[in-house]
């Protein structure tokens, strides 16, 4: 018996919410049925200066990460002379991986994301991501 009125209680709250979802939706869209995004008043962004955070930590560009160091090695010494530029790997021991990055280090992360985007122009590096450490 009371699992019939909980399963009733259930479908009956799912109705409810369902209809208005679907009446919100309704409201919120125009004659062809596309969402209209409530406008964002200009005084509610901010922007987060990156320079202030930048001055304590390196960046590295990491290409790869591996659960072998025959893996990483492999991949290293392969991607070295597609780069032509010098690698390392690095254990992490945290995630027991490893990893794949350039030596080069960078004090500011839009001087990384700058190679990083260039390394992403190539298939075998659209995984290459940022890595941030304290100095």
Known sequence: MILKIFTFGVLLLLSVSCSSSKQATDEESDDNGVYVFDEVPAGDSF?????????????????????????????????AIT??????????????????RLVELFNSRIEAEKIRNELWQDDKFKDAWIIKEHK
């Not at 922007?47 to 090695?73: H, R, W, Y």
């Not at 780069?83 to 794949?100: A, D, G, P």
């Open 47 to 79: 922007q987060i200066d990156k320079a202030e955070n930048d001055l304590n930590f390196n960046f590295f560009v990491q290409i790869g990460a591996f659960t072998t160091k025959a893996s990483a090695e492999d991949f290293a010494e392969e991607s």
């Open 83 to 100: 780069l032509k530029k010098e690698l390392k790997i690095k254990y992490n021991s945290i995630s027991n991986l490893y990893t794949v």
